[in-house]
Antibody
Framework: QVQLQQSGPGLVTASQTLSLTCAISGDSVSSNSAAWNWIRQSPSRGLEWLGRTYYRSKWYNDYEVSVKSRITINPDTSKNQFSLQLNSVTPEDTAVYYC??????????????WGQGTLVTVSS | DIVMTQSPDSLAVSLGERATINCKSSQSVFHTSKNKNYLAWYQQKSGQPPRLLIYWSSTRESGVPDRFSGSGSGTDFTLTISSLQAEDVALYYCQQYYSIPWTFGQGTKVEIK
C-alpha cells in the first residue's frame, strides 16, 4: 500500500522560497509507471495542479504555466522522496499543499494516494 | 487549458434521497482511440485530502460504496449518490486527466436537508 508523508515549514516569508518534501513508502520515486505530483488548494483558486516529476529511463518534469518560472520539483532517489520548491512567494501562494501519485504510464492520471496536506502561510 | 465547471455549487438533500452533481468540460475529454472518458470524481471531507471515488467517468474505486455512480461522456458528466447518508456530507470535485494541466472543477458542497 502506497503512502505519502509530507514535511516542511508551515510559514514562509514573502519573497522567500517555499520548500516541501514528500516521502514515499510502498513504491519507488524511480518507478517507470508512476508520476509524482504537487497540488495546492486555496479558497480563491480551488484545487490547482502545480507539476510533476517522473522517470522513464530519464527524469522528466511538467509544470503548470502560471508557476513555471518559480517552481522546481526534484526526486531524491537516495531517500525515496520528492520535493517542491516555489520561489519568490507572495501571500497569494498561501494554500494547503498536497503531494499525490498518478499512474501516468497508462494514462491513469487520476490522483491517489494523497499526502496529508501542509498548510503553508506566506506572511508579508 | 480545459476548464471544468460544476453545478450546482451546493445542494441540500434529505437522508436517503438522491443527490446529483454535474460537471462540464470546456472541451471533450473522450479519447477516441482508447474509447474512454478521462474524467475522475473525488470526495473531500473537512480537514482531509480528496479521496478518489470514480475514474474513467464511471468506474468505482475499490472500497467506494455502490450508492456512488458516475455517468456521462464527452463534455457532460454526472456524479450520483443514490441514497444520501450522513457520512456523505462533503465537497465533491471532478477532474480531467485528458491533457496537461490536469484541472479540477470548483467543487460542489453536499449537505443534509
Amino acid at each position: 500500500q502506497v503512502q505519502l508523508q509530507q514535511s516542511g515549514p508551515g510559514l514562509v516569508t514573502a519573497s522567500q522560497t517555499l520548500s516541501l518534501t514528500c516521502a514515499i513508502s510502498g513504491d519507488s520515486v524511480s518507478s517507470n509507471s508512476a508520476a509524482w505530483n504537487w497540488i495546492r488548494q486555496s479558497p480563491s483558486r480551488g484545487l490547482e495542479w502545480l507539476g510533476r516529476t517522473y522517470y522513464r529511463s530519464k527524469w522528466y518534469n511538467d509544470y503548470e504555466v502560471s508557476v513555471k518560472s518559480r517552481i522546481t520539483i526534484n526526486p531524491d532517489t537516495s531517500k525515496n522522496q520528492f520535493s517542491l520548491q516555489l520561489n519568490s512567494v507572495t501571500p497569494e501562494d498561501t494554500a494547503v499543499y498536497y503531494c499525490a501519485k498518478t499512474q501516468s504510464a497508462t494514462g491513469e492520471n487520476w490522483f491517489g494516494p494523497w499526502g496529508q496536506g501542509t498548510l503553508v502561510t506566506v506572511s508579508s | 487549458d480545459i476548464v471544468m465547471t460544476q453545478s450546482p455549487d451546493s445542494l441540500a438533500v434529505s437522508l436517503g434521497e438522491r443527490a446529483t452533481i454535474n460537471c462540464k468540460s470546456s472541451q471533450s475529454v473522450f479519447h477516441t482511440s482508447k474509447n474512454k472518458n478521462y474524467l475522475a470524481w473525488y470526495q473531500q471531507k473537512s480537514g482531509q485530502p480528496p479521496r478518489l471515488l470514480i475514474y474513467w467517468s464511471s468506474t468505482r474505486e475499490s472500497g467506494v460504496p455502490d450508492r456512488f455512480s458516475g455517468s456521462g461522456s464527452g463534455t457532460d458528466f454526472t456524479l450520483t449518490i443514490s441514497s444520501l447518508q450522513a457520512e456523505d456530507v462533503a465537497l465533491y470535485y471532478c477532474q480531467q486527466y485528458y491533457s496537461i494541466p490536469w484541472t479540477f472543477g470548483q467543487g460542489t458542497k453536499v449537505e443534509i436537508k
